[in-house]
């Protein structure tokens, strides 16, 4: 009968100017989507050169490399009497465009550039590309001569149109054109188009995955059509982590779901469906509007069907129910699948992670563990990418990992790094959980290094600091924190650099870092300090969800040691003990809970607060608690806090972007390091407020 298509997205696992492994992952995933019956392969956003090129996309390498590689696929048999669907940039009368390229059999149908640009948040498209503003308008593309000596063509369509084929009409969005309150999806669907595309670069954040299925189905609900998503995966080379989930859906239902996380490079879903079904759902919910819509898309026509004469035996795919993560499991797969990523990419044999018996590193311990998991698992299901890289990674052709635990032991080294302020309870629960996962685990003395150090500046001043409780200053007291902090950064990179030597094994180690959002939010660490590393995995998540991380890992790997690190108060254990025991606590010493610090860092990220409009905010939210004279307190001494130590920010490690309200520099949280930090005219302006409620408040 001709009605029923079958067509592929996917998600690959790019990297940016990777572009001989990017061309073999492209022409794998068509290949795949041709063998599952498919007509159209879709994939993700620029995933010719990657993503996160950045300021690379500056460069005239870029854009020759590119063209390159796709002279490359249309020169490929296993491109043939398949549309492809690819992203790269393209430079059209001396401007950048972030493009999809539709291509068959050797002849480009048309470009189509992106029209409404990712420039929020971690994106800065606008930095390199320009958005293609003229609706519905085409031009003539003259192709270089490398594709011309491939396809013929002098000039192809580049601008707003779509596909006409024999059979149906294709319509394209790429990433943030689907958010924007313009979509392209519902001119589009008016006009006809039965068929509309996503390709997408879309990054993790916790509890982030609902929107796009959310915004993929009420795209098809209101007008009607089928709708695929592309998305890429892994880490492209930055902080961020592209988290797949490729998707089919017709009608406001999805039908085919792709994973969220998952180790594996190319992952192509496919689904069949009925083109009668979306024209009997219009006809009775969206014929009116369609009948009005005034001005057509520019139709580019091609001699080709999607469908085939004799498909009436051809089962369709059905709805099916989204499963969603809950965000412990996405702080156990996300920031995995990142890690893996980078120490593959890297060079790497493994990690190191200074490991303090507390929540935070404990968390950090407890994703490589994670991630071992993920990749026995990959290696069980016969995944020969993972398995070629984890014996690399090794330094062993012949290894096969037996279990988590086995290949934690052969890739994660962890040590307490012990001084005469640390407890004995700390140094058991650390030793506790490398031991149950897995992990090489050592326990270093750092009281000599430290000693040390005190007797050069003693040579030196003639003076020995003293801690507060032994009749010293502030300034003593801090000082005297922060050299054991920095002594255990030095002392993780030598052993990063040198326990595998010592064992007699190849390779270095990457240091993990272990300091959570809440904590760079207030600059609560030393600047150069164990939390200098390589990377971080924990950077980007609260310390409320680590605890409720923590309690997952529990139940999901049996690591009981995690009842006892949870049950303990955080501390830094950098001031002396008091009678053994830990006097020092690290909510204590912020002034705040961690809790409190959530909810402070939304308001001045997410809702833009500056301290009057959050004192005004938390006034209410917080009105069973704290007086308001109590409320702002707590947002003076945030941002004091916060405005001190901003500065830190310029050097924290680079971490899993995980949440919304980050604080990493440069990058996401573009604000100075360097403040007037008594905030003269916003405290002024709270204390004014206070004074104003306390009157109006009636007396009981």
């Given at each position: 009968?001709?009605?029923?298509?079958?067509?592929?997205?996917?998600?690959?696992?790019?990297?940016?100017?990777?572009?001989?492994?990017?061309?073999?992952?492209?022409?794998?995933?068509?290949?795949?989507?041709?063998?599952?019956?498919?007509?159209?392969?879709?994939?993700?956003?620029?995933?010719?050169?990657?993503?996160?090129?950045?300021?690379?996309?500056?460069?005239?390498?870029?854009?020759?490399?590119?063209?390159?590689?796709?002279?490359?696929?249309?020169?490929?048999?296993?491109?043939?009497?398949?549309?492809?669907?690819?992203?790269?940039?393209?430079?059209?009368?001396?401007?950048?465009?972030?493009?999809?390229?539709?291509?068959?059999?050797?002849?480009?149908?048309?470009i189509r550039p992106k029209m409404l640009m990712a420039n929020?948040?971690?994106?800065?498209?606008?930095?390199?590309?320009?958005?293609?503003?003229?609706?519905?308008?085409?031009?003539?593309?003259?192709?270089?001569?490398?594709?011309?000596?491939?396809?013929?063509?002098?000039?192809?369509?580049?601008?707003?149109?779509?596909?006409?084929?024999?059979?149906?009409?294709?319509?394209?969005?790429?990433?943030?054109?689907?958010?924007?309150?313009?979509?392209?999806?519902?001119?589009?669907?008016?006009?006809?188009?039965?068929?509309?595309?996503?390709?997408?670069?879309?990054?993790?954040?916790?509890?982030?995955?609902?929107?796009?299925?959310?915004?993929?189905?009420?795209?098809?609900?209101?007008?009607?059509?089928?709708?695929?998503?592309?998305?890429?995966?892994?880490?492209?080379?930055?902080?961020?982590?592209?988290?797949?989930?490729?998707?089919?859906?017709?009608?406001?239902?999805?039908?085919?779901?792709?994973?969220?996380?998952?180790?594996?490079?190319?992952?192509?879903?496919?689904?069949?469906?009925?083109?009668?079904?979306?024209?009997?759902?219009r006809g009775e919910v969206c014929q009116p509007n369609m009948?009005?819509?005034?001005?057509?898309?520019?139709?580019?026509?091609?001699?080709?069907?999607?469908?085939?004469?004799?498909?009436?035996?051809?089962?369709?795919?059905?709805?099916?129910?989204?499963?969603?993560?809950?965000?412990?499991?996405?702080?156990?797969?996300?920031?995995?699948?990142?890690?893996?990523?980078?120490?593959?990419?890297?060079?790497?044999?493994?990690?190191?992670?200074?490991?303090?018996?507390?929540?935070?590193?404990?968390?950090?311990?407890?994703?490589?563990?994670?991630?071992?998991?993920?990749?026995?698992?990959?290696?069980?299901?016969?995944?020969?990418?993972?398995?070629?890289?984890?014996?690399?990674?090794?330094?062993?052709?012949?290894?096969?990992?037996?279990?988590?635990?086995?290949?934690?032991?052969?890739?994660?080294?962890?040590?307490?790094?012990?001084?005469?302020?640390?407890?004995?309870?700390?140094?058991?629960?650390?030793?506790?959980?490398?031991?149950?996962?897995?992990?090489?685990?050592?326990?270093?003395?750092?009281?000599?290094?430290?000693?040390?150090?005190?007797?050069?500046?003693?040579?030196?001043?003639?003076?020995?600091?003293?801690?507060?409780?032994?009749?010293?200053?502030?300034?003593?007291?801090?000082?005297?924190?922060?050299?054991?902090?920095?002594?255990?950064?030095?002392?993780?990179?030598?052993?990063?650099?040198?326990?595998?030597?010592?064992?007699?094994?190849?390779?270095?180690?990457?240091?993990?870092?272990?300091?959570?959002?809440?904590?760079?939010?207030?600059?609560?660490?030393?600047?150069?300090?164990?939390s200098s590393a390589d990377i971080n995995p924990i950077g980007?998540?609260?310390?409320?969800?680590?605890?409720?991380?923590?309690?997952?890992?529990?139940?999901?790997?049996?690591?009981?040691?995690?009842?006892?690190?949870?049950?303990?108060?955080?501390?830094?254990?950098?001031?002396?003990?008091?009678?053994?025991?830990?006097?020092?606590?690290?909510?204590?010493?912020?002034?705040?809970?961690?809790?409190?610090?959530?909810?402070?860092?939304?308001?001045?990220?997410?809702?833009?607060?500056?301290?009057?409009?959050?004192?005004?905010?938390?006034?209410?939210?917080?009105?069973?608690?704290?007086?308001?004279?109590?409320?702002?307190?707590?947002?003076?001494?945030?941002?004091?806090?916060?405005?001190?130590?901003?500065?830190?920010?310029?050097?924290?490690?680079?971490?899993?972007?995980?949440?919304?309200?980050?604080?990493?520099?440069?990058?996401?949280?573009?604000?100075?390091?360097?403040?007037?930090?008594?905030?003269?005219?916003?405290?002024?302006?709270?204390?004014?407020?206070?004074?104003?409620?306390?009157?109006?408040?009636?007396?009981?």
């Amino acid at each position: 009968m001709g009605r029923k298509v079958t067509l592929a997205t996917c998600s690959v696992n790019q990297w940016a100017l990777d572009f001989e492994g990017n061309s073999e992952r492209i022409l794998q995933s068509i290949e795949v989507a041709k063998a599952h019956g498919a007509k159209y392969r879709l994939g993700p956003e620029l995933e010719i050169c990657g993503y996160g090129c950045a300021d690379h996309f500056y460069e005239s390498d870029t854009l020759l490399h590119s063209f390159q590689v796709l002279r490359k696929l249309l020169e490929s048999p296993v491109t043939q009497d398949i549309i492809c669907d690819v992203g790269m940039p393209i430079m059209h009368h001396n401007v950048r465009y972030n493009c999809r390229v539709l291509f068959l059999n050797r002849k480009i149908l048309l470009i189509r550039p992106k029209m409404l640009m990712a420039n929020y948040g971690i994106y800065r498209e606008m930095r390199w590309f320009s958005p293609w503003n003229q609706l519905r308008q085409v031009e003539d593309y003259f192709l270089p001569r490398m594709i011309q000596e491939v396809t013929g063509q002098d000039t192809v369509p580049f601008g707003d149109c779509v596909l006409s084929t024999k059979d149906t009409c294709i319509g394209t969005e790429i990433c943030a054109e689907l958010w924007n309150p313009r979509s392209p999806h519902i001119q589009m669907g008016l006009d006809g188009v039965e068929i509309f595309t996503n390709s997408s670069a879309s990054h993790h954040e916790l509890r982030k995955a609902d929107q796009r299925v959310s915004l993929i189905k009420s795209a098809t609900t209101k007008s009607g059509g089928i709708y695929l998503y592309a998305n890429q995966r892994g880490c492209d080379g930055d902080r961020v982590y592209y988290d797949g989930c490729a998707m089919v859906a017709i009608n406001g239902d999805i039908v085919a779901q792709g994973a969220q996380f998952s180790l594996n490079d190319v992952e192509v879903i496919t689904a069949t469906l009925d083109l009668e079904d979306v024209r009997s759902y219009r006809g009775e919910v969206c014929q009116p509007n369609m009948e009005s819509e005034p001005k057509p898309c520019h139709r580019v026509k091609v001699d080709f069907s999607l469908s085939s004469g004799d498909d009436v035996y051809l089962p369709t795919h059905q709805p099916i129910t989204w499963r969603f993560h809950t965000p412990e499991e996405e702080i156990s797969l996300g920031p995995a699948c990142w890690l893996w990523d980078y120490l593959r990419r890297s060079g790497q044999a493994g990690f190191l992670l200074p490991l303090s018996g507390g929540v935070d590193s404990s968390s950090t311990a407890c994703i490589v563990h994670s991630m071992c998991v993920l990749l026995c698992q990959a290696v069980a299901d016969g995944n020969s990418q993972a398995l070629e890289d984890v014996c690399r990674v090794v330094g062993d052709d012949s290894y096969r990992p037996q279990c988590p635990r086995e290949l934690c032991g052969r890739i994660f080294t962890t040590c307490y790094m012990a001084s005469e302020n640390s407890s004995g309870d700390t140094c058991r629960r650390a030793k506790d959980l490398a031991n149950q996962i897995g992990s090489t685990h050592m326990n270093i003395n750092i009281d000599t290094a430290v000693k040390g150090i005190l007797g050069i500046f003693s040579v030196v001043t003639g003076k020995w600091p003293q801690f507060c409780v032994n009749g010293g200053s502030h300034r003593e007291n801090l000082a005297l924190q922060n050299v054991q902090a920095r002594v255990r950064m030095v002392l993780a990179y030598l052993f990063a650099q040198l326990s595998l030597w010592a064992r007699g094994k190849p390779g270095g180690l990457l240091v993990l870092g272990s300091a959570n959002v809440d904590e760079s939010l207030t600059g609560y660490f030393t600047k150069y300090d164990c939390s200098s590393a390589d990377i971080n995995p924990i950077g980007g998540i609260s310390k409320i969800d680590l605890k409720s991380f923590l309690l997952y890992c529990v139940e999901q790997f049996q690591l009981t040691t995690l009842k006892g690190i949870l049950a303990a108060p955080p501390t830094a254990e950098l001031e002396p003990l008091t009678d053994g025991q830990v006097s020092q606590t690290d909510e204590a010493d912020m002034g705040m809970t961690y809790s409190e610090l959530s909810v402070i860092g939304r308001l001045r990220k997410i809702s833009k607060c500056g301290p009057f409009s959050m004192f005004c905010k938390l006034v209410h939210v917080w009105k069973d608690a704290l007086s308001p004279t109590e409320v702002a307190l707590k947002v003076r001494h945030f941002f004091r806090m916060y405005s001190v130590n901003r500065h830190k920010m310029t050097t924290v490690t680079p971490s899993y972007h995980a949440e919304s309200y980050s604080p990493d520099d440069n990058r996401f949280d573009l604000r100075p390091f360097l403040y007037n930090t008594r905030w003269t005219w916003q405290f002024r302006c709270i204390d004014e407020q206070v004074s104003q409620m306390a009157v109006d408040t009636p007396k009981q």
